[in-house]
């Protein structure tokens, strides 16, 4: 089963894509978020990697996020961030 994402900035839909599994940079160290996970919210590292595989053993793509919320629930992960800087 897929995770489903979504990334968003204070001004659009950023993204939202069915996913594997994302790594949250969050504030009290990194956390891997698959199908299923635990309900949760974090706020997150400024400048930090935020890691999004499309599937399994997949290489990451990377994102660094400045600032922001991450909230896991039933219908799966939102990341709420300040910015979104696409890694070079």
Do not use: C, W
Not at 65 to 78: I, P, R, S
Request: charged residues 25%.
């Amino acid at each position: 089963m897929a995770l489903k994402f979504e990334l968003v900035t204070p001004e659009k839909l950023y993204r939202s894509d069915d996913v594997y599994m994302v790594v949250v940079p969050g504030a009290e160290g990194d956390f891997g978020v698959l199908e299923g996970h635990s309900p949760m919210m974090s706020t997150l590292r400024s400048d930090a990697a935020l890691e999004i595989y499309a599937s399994q053993g997949a290489t990451p793509e990377k994102l660094t996020v400045a600032g922001g919320f991450a909230e896991v629930n039933e219908k799966g992960l939102t990341v709420l961030a300040e910015q979104v800087v696409e890694a070079a």
